[in-house]
Structure formats: structure tokens, C-alpha cells
């Protein structure tokens, strides 16, 4: 009797290993199957979630592509110019007299011609007009050096547009010369002219310590003057 139970028990146990056999052969365990179906849930919440994140992405892209065309749009419309560099056009004039200027009679309002030049970067003085014309707007640097010789009574002045801005009174006493500096600073338009005059009667400058010199200090891109209210000069 007991050897049946046994023998059913070990029967009962045998049918057991080969239902489950059969679950192995079909592939995978109910547990297994959970897992899966756990991770598979867990992707697809994960994609979803990424898909989000590349669609508010996209649109952020694409506001950004918008408001970087708008500006673009408005700086042409406004035609500002871009500044690249410091000065896109260099401009460097430093020029000296090399004769005595010796002018008995009325000189007044004579341009001063500087014969020797030794720098002349952008070509704004014409030595036939003896005129610095400037090829962009900005801020300049004028420096003139004049020396009058002995018994003279020499006035000179730095002129933009043929008025009178900067003033030197030399008076040279009885044996020795005088001499004077002045540095100016303007702010230039475009196409304005610099020029050295006379202005009074029978002057004479001393070749060689007369020297005029100028140059562009700051190009003017649009956003140093906007409405002439802080213009030099
Ligand atoms: C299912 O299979 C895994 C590994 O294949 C095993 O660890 C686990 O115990 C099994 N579960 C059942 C209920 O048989
Ligand atoms: C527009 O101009 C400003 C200066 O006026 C500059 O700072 C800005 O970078 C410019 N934007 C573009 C898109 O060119
Ligand atoms: C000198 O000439 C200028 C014109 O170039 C004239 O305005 C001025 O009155 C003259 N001065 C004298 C003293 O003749
Ligand atoms: C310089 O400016 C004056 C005054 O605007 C003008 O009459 C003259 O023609 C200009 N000269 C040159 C060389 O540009
Ligand atoms: C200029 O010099 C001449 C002589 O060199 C003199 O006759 C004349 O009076 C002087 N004129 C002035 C305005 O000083």
C-alpha cells in the first residue's frame, strides 16, 4: 500500500517535470513573460517621452531660426554696417613743410601745402589742394607743429570745411623762433575737409619744424552719433 502511494506520488511528480518541460519548449516561464512585458511597458513610456522632448525641441529650433531671420532682417532695414574690425579704412597722414614759407603780403586764408610726406595711408591729402578729405565718418586726430621765424608775427589755424577751428599765434622776438603744438580731436563726416591756413598778413613758418599730422582714431560703424547731439566741432 504504502509503495503505491509512493509510486503515485513519484507518477504525479514525473507529470509535474513534463508540463514544465513543455512550458521550456514553448519558450519562456510566466515569470520571464512578466519581466518582459514590465521592460517592453518601460520602453515604450521612455519613447514617448523622448518623442516629447524632440517635438519641444524642434520648436525651439525653429523660434530661434525665426527670430535670428527678424533681426537679420531689421539690422539690413536699419542699414547699420557690421563692424568687422577696429577701422575697416585706415586713414594716417603725416606730412611736413620742407622750405621756409616766407609770405610778405596778405597770406590770409592761403592754404598751407605740406611738401614732404611721409605718410599718406588711404591717400586723404591731396597734395594739389593741400586738403586732408576724409573717406568715412569717425573720430580724428589732427596734431600741428608750426614755428615762425624771428621779427614775425605768424597766426595759423586747422580749418574743417574752411572754417576756422584750432588757433596758433606764434610770435617769433628779435633772434629766436617760437613755436607751438596743438592736438585736436573731431568728429568727422564723411567727405569733410582739413586744411592748415594762414590767417593773418605777412607770416613766415619755418621749414622742417612745421609738421601737421592726423589720422582716423575711430571709424564710425552707425553707433557712435546717432542724432548729431554730441558732435565735436
Ligand atoms: C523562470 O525562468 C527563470 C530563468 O530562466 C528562473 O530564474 C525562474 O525561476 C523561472 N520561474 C519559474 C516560476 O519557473
Ligand atoms: C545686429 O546688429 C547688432 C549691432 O547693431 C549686433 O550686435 C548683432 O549681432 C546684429 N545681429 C545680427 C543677426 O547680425
Ligand atoms: C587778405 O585777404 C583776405 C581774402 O583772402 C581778405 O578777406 C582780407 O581782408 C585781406 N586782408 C588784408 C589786410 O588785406
Ligand atoms: C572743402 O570744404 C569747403 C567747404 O565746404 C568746400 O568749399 C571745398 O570745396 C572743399 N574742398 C575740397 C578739396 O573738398
Ligand atoms: C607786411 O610787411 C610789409 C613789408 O615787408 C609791410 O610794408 C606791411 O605793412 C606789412 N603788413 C602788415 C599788415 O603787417
Known amino acids: 500500500m504504502e509503495h503505491l502511494v509512493y509510486l503515485l506520488i513519484l507518477g504525479i511528480c514525473s507529470l509535474n517535470i513534463l508540463v514544465y518541460c513543455e512550458n521550456i519548449d514553448n519558450g519562456i516561464n510566466q515569470s520571464e513573460e512578466r519581466t518582459l512585458l514590465q521592460r517592453i511597458e ?15 525641441q524642434a520648436q525651439e529650433i525653429s523660434q530661434l531660426k525665426k ?25 594716417a597722414f603725416y606730412g611736413k613743410m620742407l622750405a621756409l614759407n616766407s609770405n610778405s603780403g ?6 598751407i601745402k605740406f611738401d614732404k610726406i611721409i605718410t599718406n595711408i588711404g591717400n586723404a591729402y591731396q597734395s594739389n589742394t593741400g586738403r586732408i578729405t576724409v573717406p568715412v565718418s569717425g573720430i580724428y586726430v589732427f596734431s600741428l607743429t608750426a614755428m615762425a621765424s624771428y ?3 605768424t597766426h595759423v589755424g586747422i580749418y574743417v570745411n574752411d572754417q576756422l577751428k584750432t588757433y596758433l599765434k606764434l610770435n617769433g622776438p628779435e633772434h629766436e623762433f617760437d613755436t607751438m603744438t596743438q592736438t585736436a580731436v573731431y568728429y568727422l563726416h564723411q567727405f569733410d575737409n582739413v586744411s592748415v ?35 565735436v566741432g
Open 42 to 56: 518601460e520602453l515604450e513610456r521612455l519613447t514617448k517621452k523622448n518623442e516629447e522632448i524632440n517635438r519641444a
Open 151 to 153: 621779427r614775425t608775427d
Open 197 to 231: 591756413k594762414h590767417t593773418k598778413t605777412n607770416a613766415t613758418l619755418r621749414g622742417d619744424y612745421t609738421a601737421f599730422t592726423g589720422f582716423l582714431l575711430e571709424q564710425d560703424y552707425g553707433y557712435i552719433i546717432s542724432n548729431g547731439n554730441n558732435i
Open 67 to 91: 527670430d535670428l531671420h527678424q533681426e537679420k532682417k531689421k539690422n539690413n532695414s536699419d542699414g547699420k554696417l557690421t563692424k568687422r574690425q577696429g577701422n575697416e579704412t585706415p586713414v
Open 106 to 111: 596778405n597770406v590770409s586764408n592761403q592754404v
